[in-house]
């Protein structure tokens, strides 16, 4: 395993920067994907279509945190195992991933393709939007194979300790994506089915380019139609660690859902468009905390499978102050330029109206999601998911819903107070995670069942 990388020796500072870099990187460009499609379709099709893009983006946006979360499972027994020195283990992991990851994603889409319509009427899609939403949503859920495969092969590569691989595969596919929504929305005028489809391609393209790529090299899955192989104990251990960060994702997920409601009850088909608007920013100005979460993740599993925990830990300190420093910056540029930035997507008085209130309000909470991300990162690299699973739940559910009710609804302050929900859940959440790391709980590998000294 040539690409493997040992995390677990060297200076934490330049490892973890180098292994964030890249990963930061691949997430910007992937979510140039969907930041290109509501550009393209804002300056092009209008607020109707660019609602339809984001309701529909948000339902497919669930089932990739799903599955983002189930691979996390995969990233951590890769990465402890390496960091073991069990090579068997590895290869039995990643083809329980990958062959697993196949299977649900033919499993879904058959299911969406019958609730797609459904889930749009629940969640209050404006009459205006609905058909762009579920022409948005059909597509999206015929390519989904394609999101999970991309997911898993990513995971993979990071618990590895490749960061670099997976960022130049997605490259390739955000020009192509770019292309393509100029072809077939502004060329075409397909709105935003053209927008699915071109972010459907895209990501194909992106898994083809790695799949060819990988059994080229001497990575321990060949993709030969005999080695699609479930091992039950890894099945199991995937599930054990992954699941809870999947659904945790998916609560995120379906809280924002929840918003979008709210939001369609506020304001209509605008207030739907800025939202969506922010909610592209907002992708971006999470990144440098998720990156450096997902790289604490990493290095904490790595160091944490050869018993180094106070280099774990280590690493933790070091990824919060990376993180604070970027998402304060991002927070002042927020505050500052609100208009500028909703107007590169469309220039409706209207819209940007709606944008400017909420966008004041839920940057707040770049003030505070550092230190989730950096913290829940150290954890899951010691196995702890569920413990994340329950911060996320308190923060997107037990506490964002009912803020951004009380204070967009309750208290008429329309969305400025949906938005404010945001933080203020986030701070909760902190809350519970200052806890449970000041009471050294978190030192126990759920792995192995092994305590840090």
């Keep these: 395993m040539k690409k493997t990388q040992n995390l677990t020796e060297g200076s934490v500072t330049k490892q973890l920067i180098l292994f964030a ?30 609602s339809g893009v984001n309701i529909g983006g948000q339902v497919t946006f669930i089932l990739t945190n799903f599955i983002m979360g189930l691979c ?33 994603g033919l499993v879904i889409t058959g299911v969406m393709l019958f609730l797609k319509d459904p889930v749009l009427r629940l969640i209050q899609t404006p009459a205006e939007s609905f058909s762009e939403a579920s022409d948005y949503l059909l597509v999206t859920m015929l390519g989904v194979i394609f999101i999970f495969a991309y997911n898993a092969l990513s995971a993979i590569q990071r618990g590895m300790g490749d960061s670099k691989r997976p960022f130049y595969f997605v490259c390739v596919a955000c020009v ?47 993709f030969k139609l005999g080695s699609f192989k479930i091992y039950t104990n890894k099945l199991k251990m995937i599930f054990k660690i992954g699941m809870p960060t999947a659904i945790q994702n998916s609560v995120s997920s379906i809280s924002f ?16 468009a800025a939202v969506g608007v922010v909610g592209k920013f907002n992708g971006f100005a999470l990144m440098p905390a998720i990156a450096m979460g997902a790289a604490v993740s990493t290095m904490a599993a790595q160091n944490i499978g050869a018993k180094q925990w106070k280099r774990a830990e280590k690493c933790m300190h070091i990824g919060l102050v990376i993180g604070i420093i970027a998402s304060y910056a991002i927070f002042i540029v927020a505050q500052m330029f609100p208009e500028q930035i909703l107007s590169m997507f469309d220039k409706t008085p209207e819209m940007i109206e709606n944008g400017v209130a909420y966008m004041r309000s839920f940057s707040c909470d770049y003030l505070i999601v550092p230190f989730m991300f950096v913290a829940n990162g150290l954890f899951t690299g010691a196995g702890h998911t569920k413990f994340t699973l329950i911060t996320s739940v308190l923060s997107s559910l037990l506490l964002r819903i009912p803020a951004s009710y009380i204070f967009g609804i309750t208290l008429s302050m329309g969305l400025f107070g949906i938005g404010f929900g945001g933080p203020v859940a986030s701070l909760g959440a902190v809350l519970l995670i200052a806890w449970f ?13 092994e305590k840090m000294d």
Aim: proline letters at 1%; charged letters at 10%; one cysteine or more.
């Design 437 to 449: 790391y000041f009471t050294g709980k978190w030192k126990v590998n759920t792995v192995t069942g």
């Design 72 to 104: 996390t499972g995969g990233t951590v027994l890769v990465a402890q195992a390496i960091g073991a020195g069990d090579k068997e283990s590895v290869k039995e992991t990643i083809s329980t991933l990958i062959t697993g990851l196949v299977i649900a």
């Design 176 to 222: 192509t994506n770019i292309i393509l929504d100029f072809v077939l929305v502004a060329g075409m005028g397909m709105g935003a089915k053209g927008a699915a489809v071109a972010t459907v391609i895209s990501q194909a393209l992106s898994v083809i380019l790695c799949v060819v790529y990988l059994a080229k090299t001497d990575f321990p899955f060949d």
């Design 21 to 50: 870099i890249p990963f930061l990187a691949s997430n910007i460009i992937q979510s140039l994907y969907n930041v290109a499609d509501m550009l393209i379709v804002g300056n092009f099709s209008g607020s109707i279509s660019m």
């Design 257 to 272: 859902l929840f918003i979008t409601a709210l939001v369609n009850m506020v304001g209509g088909v605008y207030a739907s």
